[in-house]
């Protein structure tokens, strides 16, 4: 098993950062994509970012220019550096990877239990 540790939530005012911070642990023979979602109450949960093995990276059209995602391929680490915050980006923020265990075995997806975003005044 994989499991996703993430870090760094909290409140932060309009037009402010945050740095979200996830840790992949476990028995984690390979890494795959890892990415970030996010979640608002009463909403479906929706990728904000994703970074590839070969740190190909793409973005939801509401944090382009404002969000950046990240990766240290020798901690297992995947990062989320959030500038120019606004209300609507409040939500919880859930770490997400694809890995393998092993050699043989299929390549699995694995969540974080998430980190509380919010964004208000």
């Known amino acids: 098993q994989v499991q996703l540790v993430e870090s760094g939530g909290g409140l932060v005012q309009p037009g402010g950062s945050l740095r979200l911070a996830c840790a992949a642990s476990?028995?984690?023979?390979?890494?795959?994509?890892m990415a970030w979602y996010r979640q608002a109450p009463g909403k479906q949960r929706d990728l904000v970012a994703i970074?590839?093995?070969?740190?190909?990276?793409n973005y939801a059209d509401s944090v382009k220019g404002r969000f950046t995602i990240s990766k240290d391929n020798a901690k297992n680490t995947v990062n989320l550096q959030m500038s120019g915050l606004i209300p609507e980006d409040t939500a919880v923020y859930y770490c997400?990877?694809?890995?393998?265990?092993?050699?043989?075995?299929?390549?699995?997806?694995?969540w974080g239990q998430g980190t509380q975003v919010t964004v208000s005044s």
């Open positions: 997400y990877a694809t890995a393998r265990t092993g050699d043989t075995m299929p390549i699995t997806s694995y």
């Open positions: 476990g028995s984690i023979f390979r890494i795959y994509n």
């Open positions: 970074i590839s093995s070969i740190d190909s990276t």
